[in-house]
Nanobody, 119 residues
């Protein structure tokens, strides 16, 4: 098992920045890709960004391209989501998750961290 814990959420004004962290523990050697997802009230959980753990290759949802940056610290088994130029519509609970192989499911999830963007 891989245990995921998010942190870094909070309240920020529109145009501001936050950095989320996702600390992984347990069978971290099995991590292939780490992803960030978000869920706003009354909406489905949406993909935000992901990173291949070994190579650092990243992908992003169109809605966050150019504003968010995903990164990781392999030595400390921690992933990050740097969020800049935040918009009201970025308000959501943000989750990190990991998958252990190409095409596999995101099998391990954190509990989520709330991000609220105010006007």
């Amino acid at each position: 098992q891989v245990h995921m814990v998010e942190s870094g959420g909070g309240l920020v004004q529109a145009g501001g920045s936050l950095r989320l962290s996702c600390a992984a523990s347990g069978r971290t050697f099995s991590m292939y890709r780490m992803g960030w997802f978000r869920q706003a009230p009354g909406r489905e959980r949406d993909f935000v960004a992901s990173i291949v753990w070994n190579t650092g290759s990243a992908s992003y949802a169109d809605s966050v391209k150019g504003r968010f940056t995903i990164s990781r610290d392999n030595a400390n088994n921690t992933g990050y989501l740097q969020m800049n130029s935040l918009k009201l519509e970025d308000t959501a609970v943000y989750f990190c998750a990991t998958r252990d192989r190409v095409g596999g499911p995101y099998g391990y999830w954190g509990q989520g961290t709330q991000v609220t963007v105010s006007s």
